[in-house]
């Protein structure tokens, strides 16, 4: 079993690698932004990691026959899989982020309403990671327009409870069903959740180590050519003293140590510079 297990990791993850270098693979080579490179790569992961959460979700709907599920699902597997086209196709990451954003928010909500105003939390996560997806590759306009959207429809629902209003409810649908699967599905969205903004922060401080270590590198390079600058001329003034001491040239034997001293000094000071970087 647990060859099995590793078997399917590795064909995923090597389904990941590849779909990853096909998709924003010359777009990440194309800029050069830490930040936005880091948002790129959340978009992939929530888009392709979102395709692969929905063929369990499919499968549950299958299942229950649930139609209003089987009808959204491949509309919502539709507009991630275009979404990854326009990543493919190098659209600014806001356009896309707003495009994932609306659409997993907007679909999920019309499953929670024709399965009898459903608020379980699956589509809790679904509609949190929507807003989050918003806030960090568009702005915060956006998510708050979301989360208008948002209490609107749970303002709606309440409404309707409240009222006792008959709205039609999908076939296939049953508070025990619902109630069996949540955990099943509840660790596959937190897992979901998990891996796409988990991953998008260690990508944040990767890359700001990565720069800052390039910051580090590159302002060595710049000392190390000071300081062989200085070594140079201290070099050449020790000549001219060595040969201005032969003829007895006092003053400028003095001269010379002078700025020996002087470019020692300078070289002493960046020394100091870089401990203190």
């Known amino acids: 079993m647990a060859k099995h297990f590793r078997n399917a990791w590795l064909f995923t993850k090597n389904i990941y690698l590849s779909s990853e270098k096909a998709v924003i693979g010359q777009v990440l080579l194309r800029t050069d932004d830490t930040y936005e490179q880091a948002k790129l790569r959340l978009l992939f992961d929530y888009l392709f990691f979102y395709i692969l959460l929905l063929f369990p979700i499919l499968l549950l709907a299958m299942i229950s026959q649930n139609e209003v599920n089987l009808i959204l699902i491949p509309c919502l597997a539709g507009v991630l899989l275009g ?59 956006t998510s708050l327009i979301l989360c208008g959207l948002l209490c609107v429809y749970l303002s709606g629902v309440a409404y309707i409870r409240i009222n006792d209003i008959s709205i039609y409810v999908s076939s296939g649908y ?56 200085q070594f140079l001329l201290v070099k050449g003034f020790s000549r001219s003293g060595k040969s201005a001491f032969i003829k007895g040239e006092m003053e400028l034997l003095e001269a010379c140590f002078t700025e020996i001293e002087k470019q020692c000094g300078a070289a002493i000071g960046y020394l100091n510079e870089a401990q203190e970087d």
């Open 83 to 141: 979404c990854l086209y326009l990543l493919k196709r190098g659209v600014p990451a806001g356009i896309i982020g707003m495009t994932a954003s609306f659409g997993t928010l907007l679909i999920s909500a019309s499953s929670s309403f024709f399965n009898h105003q459903d608020l379980s939390p699956r589509y809790a996560i679904a509609w949190a990671m929507s807003i989050l997806l918003a806030y960090i590759t568009v702005n915060l306009r």
């Open 174 to 229: 049953s508070d025990s069903f619902q109630y069996l699967s949540n955990p099943i599905t509840v660790i596959l969205y937190m897992l979901f959740l998990i891996r796409a903004l988990g991953q998008y922060y260690r990508n944040i401080i990767s890359m700001e180590q990565q720069r800052t270590h390039e910051k580090q590198k590159q302002h060595l390079s710049l000392i190390n050519q000071n300081l062989t600058k």
